[in-house]
């Protein structure tokens, strides 16, 4: 069965400084993957989605991530975290087989001044 | 547009009672999914709703039950109401079902506390 793991519940980053939140699947055939935000006392919200069309998916608000089938891998990043970052943000993937969407357990953003 | 409703935002049962939480899909949106959110679980899978048929269901107890009407609307049910049902419930529409590459756009949640 289809799986998400994410490294990592809680990391702390430095306001500026580069932000990577990790995110592996595991399935052989690529799942659709996305990546979503939740805000405290609110829903998820899309940041990205893997299309296929390219390995570098640019999302909102500054985020990208990179997918990597041979690291059935696809970590968000952000060059420069802002204290708005400050959130819960999970990783997703639509299994093709089970017409699942399973999420990852999620990483809770910290960023310090 | 219109985002995704839940009501209501807030409540509170207790132990063996029922519940009913409703969700108002995005206009157009055909599929509404329902996931069931604590602290030491993450995100779990209730059930999709598609077209007024369920068409996938995760590991819950048969307490956990739902249903979409014909304008999309969908409302879950929990019965025997137990400590452990206490969770934020998201619902979720996409306009097509779940599989494809289809975005899922969330309501604020409800929150249910069992006393």
């Known amino acids: 069965a289809q799986s998400v793991t994410q490294l990592g519940s809680h990391v702390s980053v430095s306001e500026g400084a580069l932000v990577l939140l990790r995110c592996n699947y595991s399935s052989s055939v690529p799942p659709y993957l996305f990546w979503y935000v939740q805000y405290p006392n609110q829903g998820l919200q899309l940041l990205l989605k893997y299309t296929s069309a390219a390995t570098l998916v640019k999302g909102i608000n500054g985020f990208e991530a990179e997918f990597k089938k041979s690291e059935t891998s696809f970590h968000l990043t952000k060059p420069s975290a802002h204290m708005s970052d400050a959130a819960e943000y999970f990783c997703?993937?639509?299994?093709?087989?089970?017409?699942?969407?399973?999420f990852g357990t999620g990483t809770r953003l910290k960023v310090l001044a | 547009k219109a985002g995704v409703t839940q009501t209501p935002r807030y409540l509170i049962k207790t132990r063996g009672q029922q519940v009913t939480l409703s969700c108002s899909p995005i206009?157009?949106?055909?599929?509404v999914s329902w996931y069931q959110q604590t602290p030491g679980q993450g995100l779990q899978f209730l059930f999709e709703y598609f077209s007024e048929t369920q068409r996938n269901k995760g590991n819950f107890p048969g307490r956990f039950s739902g249903r979409q009407f014909s304008n999309s609307r969908s409302e879950m049910n929990v019965s025997t109401l137990e400590l452990g049902d206490s969770a934020l419930y998201l619902c979720?529409?996409?306009?097509?079902?779940?599989?494809?590459?289809?975005?899922?756009?969330f309501g604020p949640g409800t929150r249910l506390t069992v006393l």
């Open positions: 997703a993937v639509s299994d093709r087989g089970t017409y699942k969407y399973i």
């Open positions: 206009s157009g949106h055909r599929s």
């Open positions: 979720a529409s996409s306009f097509g079902a779940t599989g494809a590459n289809n975005e899922q756009f």
